[in-house]
C-alpha cells in the first residue's frame, strides 16, 4: 500500500517533470523563433569576423557549481544565446540562483539549493529588485522550487516588470542624500544589529526614522520636519518610492527597511541581545494587542509596557517610558506628529534607540491586514493601504503619488543639469 503510494507520487512527479520539460522547451523554441533574425546577424557578423558564433562562458551558482552558458561572440543581445542551454537543459528558466559577476569559488557564500539545475530567474532576484526582506534564502529557495508551473510564469513577469521599474541605478553607496536628507542605505540585519546595539554615551536615545514617499512629501512643505529627519541618527530608505527616486539618483539600494519587515527580525534580534520594548501609540488598546500578538509569537519576548498614542501630557508617557526600563522605544503616532515627538523628547528618554513606526501596531495587533506578499514583492504594498482606508490614505497615495513622482523627475533633471 505504502509502496502504492510512493510509486504513485514518483509517477506523478516525473509526469510533472515531463510536462515542465515540454513547457520549457516550446517556450525555449519559440523565443529562439523570435529572437531569429538577431540570432542569424549574430552568425553572419562572427563569420565575418572569422570567430566562431557562439562561446562558452563559466558562471557559479549559489552551490558553488560551476555553470557553463553560451554567449554570442558577436552582434546584438549577446547573451540571448543562453535560451540554447536552455532547450539543451543545461540550465531551467526557474532555477538556482547564478551569480552573475566577477566571483571564485572560495568567495562564494555557498547555499544548498532545493532546485534542480541553475536558473535564468529566481525568487532571490525579486526579491532583490524591490529589496523585500521576506524570508531567508533557504525558505525563499524551497518555495521557489515547490512552486507549480504558473507560479514560476508570474514569478518571470513580476521580475521583468521590477527590472523596467526598479533596476539598479549605479554604485552601491553606504550614506547617501535623497531631497536633501540623509539616509543609511543598508541590509535589514545592519539596520537592527544598530537598533539592539549597546549605544555607548549613556542617557542618549538613538532615533531613527523611515524615509518614504509620505515623509518625503510632509518634509517638502515643513521645514521643521525636513530639518527633524536631517538631523536623526539615522534614516532608513522605507518603499518603492525611495526605490524609485534612488534609481534616479544613481544609487543602488540595499533591503527595502520598513518597520513592518523590521520587527520580526528585531525580536528575533532582541530576545539574542536581551533587548526590551516599549510599545507607544496606536488608539487605545492597539500597542498592548500588538505586544501580546508578538509575546505570543516570540516567546520570551520581553515588552515592558505599552501606551496608547492619543495623549495630552509628554512628562507623564515619558516618566512611564522610562520606569519600565525599555531599551527599544517603538513610537507609533502617524507621521509628522511621531518624528516630532521625538526630536523634541530623545533628551528626556532613558532608551537606547527609539524608532517612528507609522501604523506598525495595526499589523502586528491584527486591526489592519498585510498585503499579499505577491503585492509586497512588486512595491505595491501602498495600493493595498489604499484599499483598506480609502478616505485616509485619499490624499497621502493619490494626490502623494503623483506629486512624489514630479519630485523625482525635478531630482533627475537636476542630477542631470537641466
Ligand atoms: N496615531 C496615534 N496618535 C495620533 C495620530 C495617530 O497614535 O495622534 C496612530 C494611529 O492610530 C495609527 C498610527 O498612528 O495607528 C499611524 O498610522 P499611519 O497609517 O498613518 O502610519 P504610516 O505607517 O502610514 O506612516
Not at 524609485?244 to 539600494?253: K, M, P, T
Amino acid at each position: 500500500m505504502l509502496d502504492d503510494k510512493i510509486t504513485h507520487h514518483a509517477g506523478k512527479t516525473t509526469e510533472q517533470s515531463f510536462a515542465r520539460r515540454i513547457v520549457r522547451i516550446v517556450c525555449a523554441v519559440t523565443l529562439i523563433g523570435i529572437l531569429l533574425p538577431f540570432f542569424a546577424l549574430n552568425t553572419v557578423l562572427s563569420i565575418v569576423l572569422f570567430r566562431s558564433p557562439l562561446k562558452k562562458q563559466k558562471w557559479l551558482d549559489i552551490g558553488g557549481g560551476v555553470v557553463e552558458l553560451y554567449v554570442w561572440q558577436a552582434g546584438v543581445f549577446k547573451s540571448s544565446a543562453i535560451i540554447i542551454n536552455i532547450v539543451r537543459d543545461d540550465i531551467h528558466f526557474v532555477g538556482t540562483p547564478i551569480i552573475w559577476g566577477q566571483t571564485s569559488v572560495p568567495n562564494v557564500r555557498r547555499f544548498k539549493s532545493p532546485c534542480a539545475k541553475a536558473g535564468v530567474f529566481d525568487s532571490l532576484q525579486l526579491h532583490r529588485l524591490t529589496g523585500l526582506v521576506a524570508g531567508d534564502i533557504p525558505s525563499l529557495l524551497a518555495a521557489q522550487n515547490a512552486q507549480g508551473m504558473a507560479k514560476d510564469f508570474a514569478m518571470v513577469l513580476k521580475i521583468l516588470v521590477c527590472r523596467c521599474i526598479y533596476l539598479d541605478g549605479g554604485a552601491k553607496q553606504a550614506n547617501t542624500s535623497v531631497f536633501g536628507i540623509p539616509f543609511d542605505n543598508t541590509k535589514m540585519d545592519d539596520a537592527v544589529n544598530w537598533v539592539c546595539a549597546p549605544h555607548t554615551k549613556e542617557h542618549y536615545c538613538q532615533i531613527g526614522y523611515f524615509l518614504n514617499a509620505n515623509s518625503i512629501n510632509l518634509a517638502a512643505s515643513n521645514s521643521e520636519l525636513q530639518k527633524t529627519l536631517s538631523q536623526s541618527n539615522k534614516n532608513f530608505a522605507d518603499g518603492s518610492g525611495m526605490r524609485l527616486a534612488a534609481r534616479h539618483a544613481g544609487i543602488d539600494l540595499a533591503d527595502n527597511i520598513n518597520g513592518t519587515d523590521m520587527l520580526p527580525v528585531l525580536c528575533n534580534k532582541a530576545l539574542e541581545t536581551g533587548s526590551s520594548f516599549f510599545l507607544l501609540g496606536a488608539k487605545e488598546g492597539g500597542a498592548e494587542q500588538a505586544g501580546k500578538a508578538l509575546e505570543a509569537r516570540f516567546p520570551g519576548l520581553n515588552i515592558r509596557g505599552t501606551h496608547h498614542g492619543y495623549f495630552k501630557d509628554d512628562s507623564e508617557i515619558i516618566e512611564k517610558i522610562n520606569n519600565s526600563g525599555a531599551t527599544i522605544l517603538l513610537v507609533a503616532l502617524g507621521s509628522p506628529r511621531q518624528e516630532m515627538w521625538l526630536a523634541k523628547n530623545k533628551h528626556r528618554l532613558d532608551c537606547r534607540c527609539a524608532l517612528a513606526v507609522g501604523g506598525l501596531f495595526d499589523f502586528f495587533s491584527g486591526s489592519i491586514p498585510r498585503a499579499p506578499l505577491w503585492m509586497r514583492e512588486l512595491g505595491l504594498e501602498w495600493i493595498w493601504r489604499l484599499m483598506q482606508e480609502p478616505r485616509a490614505k485619499f490624499n497621502r497615495y493619490i494626490i502623494g503619488n503623483p506629486v512624489f513622482l514630479f519630485r523625482v523627475y525635478v531630482l533627475k533633471q537636476s542630477i542631470r543639469g537641466l
